[in-house]
């Protein structure tokens, strides 16, 4: 997914207005029911803490939580225009915010040597290389 501009990274149901928007959107699977269209998700096996990482210095970008054992990075603008207030009630550590970023967003798939665990992770790639720690399928 490509994004131009601030992203954040949190769980989905923590920007989401009321529970009625959450069924609207399908328990994150489609932001575009609530007019977020540039975002990319993806399931994840338990609740999880991550850090954001850079790619270039190592340096702790930031950090984010998940309790819907869902994980998004979305355009913060469009999260914004949906619900402006969403960061009101949250702490600084269940979401993390690139400034400014400009790239490519994947996800990406390991699997443990012995084959018994399957790990996730978002990468970008752009003016801001970044990385999220790997969290469970």
């Known amino acids: 997914m490509y994004f131009k501009g601030d992203i954040i990274i949190t769980d989905p149901m923590y920007i989401v207005k009321c529970e009625e928007d959450w069924h609207r959107c399908e328990y994150g699977d489609n932001l575009e029911a609530l007019n977020i269209c540039t975002y990319i998700t993806s399931e ?3 609740e999880i803490g991550s850090d ?3 790619l270039d210095t190592s340096k702790k970008l ?4 998940s309790d819907s054992c869902m994980v998004s ?3 913060l603008a469009e999260v914004r225009e949906y619900n ?9 550590y269940c979401y993390s915010i690139i400034k400014n970023f400009e790239g490519e967003v994947a996800l990406f798939e390991m699997e443990e040597d012995d084959g018994t ?6 990468v970008g790639k ?3 290389n970044f990385r999220t720690d790997f969290f469970d399928k």
């Open 73 to 75: 990075i979305m355009s």
């Open 84 to 92: 402006p207030e969403f960061d009101q009630e949250l702490g600084k």
């Open 44 to 46: 994840h096996g338990d």
């Open 62 to 65: 930031g950090e984010f939580c």
């Open 117 to 122: 665990d399957q790990r996730l992770y978002f």
């Open 126 to 128: 752009g003016n801001i």
């Open 52 to 54: 954001v990482v850079s």
